[in-house]
């Protein structure tokens, strides 16, 4: 099967409608396809510490070590407002499961700030950050360091993304993005091309739902961080991602309440317009 293919409504209801197991099985699919293009010293993988990309790097290692293949560089990506337990539980899973991670920053932003909401002078600011301000339409001489903001998604994220992944020289991106989390996800394909750094992002958990990760979670034994037990359902920046039910995640009405509830609404209404400009 080629998993490389733009899918069709009905493929992508079809793979929807598929038992866990088989699901299960496609995931694997399309992580051996990736690794049948690109070698694991060429691939990365796009950790949050979140729920989703803990499941696919559990996967990843599994296929790993099915195939005696070495895993994938790991990316953390730092945008400035980390919750302190999502660095916690990064350290110990990787002590726990033998790898090591690097963390992608925007340092040229950083050391600009002290806090949040402190002014970053755009002057200041390197060609590449005054580039990327451009492709925003952006032209004011300063902005406030508000990582969840349109300005500081693309420079904290998608920036500090692209540069680590130009200086690995990385030609695909495993991402755990899911279609049923996001109305700007809903279309992706598996394996989707970016132009600029010139990657592809290969997207094995597309086709998964909340629900179901979680089951598997639990199933398998895979470690997540402390705060979906505390009722938090989706990870964002500490300062503007709430809980919304003092539950854990996995025991709140996952079918009749909407998983980024919780993140800040600002940005879910503008994710179509970072996805464009290479936003995960």
């Known amino acids: 099967m080629n998993y490389q293919q733009p899918l069709t409504q009905e493929q992508r209801k079809k793979y929807q409608k598929a038992s866990l197991k088989q699901k299960l099985q ?7 396809q990736a690794f049948d293009q690109h070698p694991p010293s060429q691939t990365a993988v796009a950790w949050t510490g979140g729920k989703d990309s803990t ?31 999502i660095q916690e539980f990064a350290n110990s899973l990787a002590k726990k499961w033998r790898f090591q991670f690097s963390i992608a920053r925007n340092h040229d932003v950083l050391q600009q700030v002290q806090q949040l909401n402190d002014q970053v002078e755009v002057a200041k600011l390197n060609q590449t950050n ?3 301000l451009q492709e925003l339409g952006f032209n004011q001489p300063c902005f406030k360091f508000q990582p969840e903001s349109l300005v500081g998604n693309h420079l904290m994220k998608t920036v500090a993304a692209n540069l680590w992944l130009t200086a690995n020289q990385v030609q695909a991106l495993f991402t755990g993005i899911r279609w049923d989390e996001q109305p700007a996800r ?13 990657h592809t992002r290969v997207q094995p958990l597309l086709f998964f739902n909340e629900a179901e990760v979680w089951q598997i979670t639990h199933q398998q034994q895979i470690p997540y ?14 300062s503007t991602t709430k809980k919304t039910s003092d539950q854990p995640a996995w025991e709140q009405d996952l079918k009749q309440t909407t998983e980024r509830a919780g993140r800040q609404q600002d940005k879910e209404k503008i994710m179509a317009r970072l996805r464009d400009l290479g936003y995960m």
């Open 130 to 132: 005054q580039q990327a």
């Open 186 to 198: 809903a279309e992706d394909n598996f394996f989707r091309i970016i132009a600029q750094p010139a």
């Open 26 to 32: 496609h995931a694997q699919a399309i992580i051996c």
């Open 225 to 238: 961080v402390s705060l979906y037990e505390q009722g938090y359902r989706s990870l964002g920046a500490q």
């Open 55 to 85: 499941l696919l790097l559990w996967l990843i290692k599994t296929v790993t070590q099915q195939q005696q293949l070495p895993l994938p560089r790991i990316m953390l990506i730092d945008e400035g407002d980390m919750f302190a337990e």
